[in-house]
T-cell receptor, first 112, second 116 residues
């Protein structure tokens, strides 16, 4: 099935650094969601975006709904070791169905 | 509040055996989704229900897979007969509410299935 393209695939950073990742598609989406998955657990919803250009924050996390509606961005400021995990974007098209398309994931490693 | 509950958390079985995975969605949610996650294919939607009715099962790999939702608080995903290539983590998710918030899916902890 279709997947959204996420980049980078993985990141290894030092504690305290800021992180940026993005998600792109050739299709237009009307909803973007960002999830984090810890090892052995299910994805946990971090941020939901519903309008083109929307910028939403959740603590140290900030996500943006791209103006073209074909992309979304997630930033993490002042990273800490517990930010380690896999971050997934997910999008929903305006088809009337509740289906989400998931990104390929960005694996984040944070060195203390 | 309890989140999505899945059981078992781990299942190891032999090829050819029947496997049943269980899910209890968040109370009040009217959408329920079954996903499969593998390294090669990522998160794939298998099937989803709305008000206990299957809406889209186009992601179900083949006839060996079936899913039911007999009531608003319980769903099963069954694989019969199981094959080694079915080994994966299976997630259940639910969503509900009106408007945009219905898009927000909440995932269970998953069932790690290993078919030998």
């Amino acid at each position: 099935g279709q997947q959204l393209n996420q980049s980078p695939q993985s990141m290894f950073i030092q504690e305290g650094e800021d992180v940026s990742m993005n998600c792109t598609s050739s299709s237009i989406f009307n909803t973007w969601l960002w999830y984090k998955q810890d090892p052995g657990e299910g994805p946990v919803l971090l941020i939901a975006l519903y309008k083109a250009g929307e910028l939403t924050s959740n603590g140290r996390l900030t996500a943006q709904f791209g103006i073209t509606r074909k992309d979304s961005f997630l930033n993490i400021s002042a990273s800490i070791p517990s930010d380690v995990g896999i971050y997934f974007c997910a999008g929903r098209k305006n088809t009337g169905f509740q289906k989400l398309v998931f990104g390929t994931g960005t694996r984040l490693l944070v060195s203390p | 509040d309890a989140g999505v509950i899945q059981s078992p958390r781990h299942e190891v079985t032999e090829m050819g055996q029947e496997v049943t995975l269980r899910c209890k969605p968040i109370s009040g949610h009217d959408y329920l989704f079954w996903y499969r996650q593998t390294m090669m294919r990522g998160l794939e939607l298998l099937i989803y229900f709305n008000n206990n009715v299957p809406i889209d099962d186009s992601g179900m790999p083949e006839d060996r897979f079936s899913a039911k939702m007999p009531n608003a608080s319980f769903s099963t995903l069954k694989i019969q007969p199981s094959e080694p290539r079915d080994s994966a983590v299976y997630f259940c998710a639910s969503s509900g509410g009106q408007g945009a918030i219905a898009n927000e899916q909440f995932f269970g902890p998953g069932t790690r299935l290993t078919v030998l």
